[in-house]
């Protein structure tokens, strides 16, 4: 006998659209918030982005921080960043490039596991990971430009496909999911690499497929239901793709949720970004995408071509006539 799982009953009536003003205010004071942590905190860039080297150390035993970091000062490496990845015993160190090419790096990389191995025995130390100043520079504006470039060629495709109201409305979304996803990381200084451009990315393409399936739901239902109130027909659209979009969002949490528990380290912020991008992905799906329309003054006769009045006064086009 088989018992299937319903996570959405049929035919919900749930009236998002009246806590607009609220999902709203949160998302704008949430976004606020993110870009000043993004200025004001900034984020701890990878070696991918400012260049160095960076080494991962697995202890025996949890180690201080400033202890290590009275270590790598006497041996005459300024400016180190040491953190945590994940638990007390295994710590990345990054220190700057130091000048005179591969053979001052591989001296410097020698110099610090000869030291960590010798001062903490069981200390096991990985690979020494390297990139140029001028590398990573390339990497930096690069990977810059290309979030900036999706984003316009989305909106772009969007406004071609729906009109600009979708277009604005869709922008907006895929902003408030970008910005939170990078003020998530300038709040808690998790390592800023290409793999958390590469999740942005993502998250834009996933919140944009979310939006879409809203939008076409929302734009088909302006076609059937021209005397309904557009609130009404906004919640209605919300409704009947609800059931995707929870089903959607929950079976890709369930994967995140378990690589980010007991997957590798070397994914840990990508997974992080990813769950966090299809949380508040659905966030906006449900309430900023749709409740902004509202704002942009979209009503359900809003593409129809006003060229005759129909025995009940509703608009229809030449082609809708008898």
Known sequence: MRFP??????????PFLRYRTIAMAISVAMIVAAILLCVLRGFNLGIDFIGGQSVRVQFDQAVPIDQLRDKM?????????IQEYGSPTEIGIRTPLPEGGDTAAEAAATKIRTAIEGSYPGAHVGGVESVSGKVSNELFRTGMIALVLAMLGITVYIWFRFEWQFAVGALFALFHDVA??????????????????AAVLT???????????VYDRIRENMRKYRKMSIEALLDLSVNETLSRTVVTSLSIGIVLTILLLVGPDVIFGFTAA????????????????????LWLRLKPDSFVTKVASGPEGERVTSREKP
């Open 274 to 293: 990813m769950l966090l991008g299809i949380v508040i992905g659905t966030f906006s799906s449900v309430y900023v995408s749709a409740a902004i329309l």
């Open 73 to 81: 000062a006497t041996l005459g490496f300024e400016d180190v960043t």
């Open 5 to 14: 799982l319903k996570l959405v009953p049929d035919n919900t009536n749930i």
């Open 180 to 197: 939170l996803t990078l003020g998530f990381f300038a709040l808690t200084q998790l390592e800023f690499d290409l793999n958390i451009v």
């Open 203 to 213: 998250i834009i393409g996933y919140s944009l497929n979310d939006t879409i399936v």
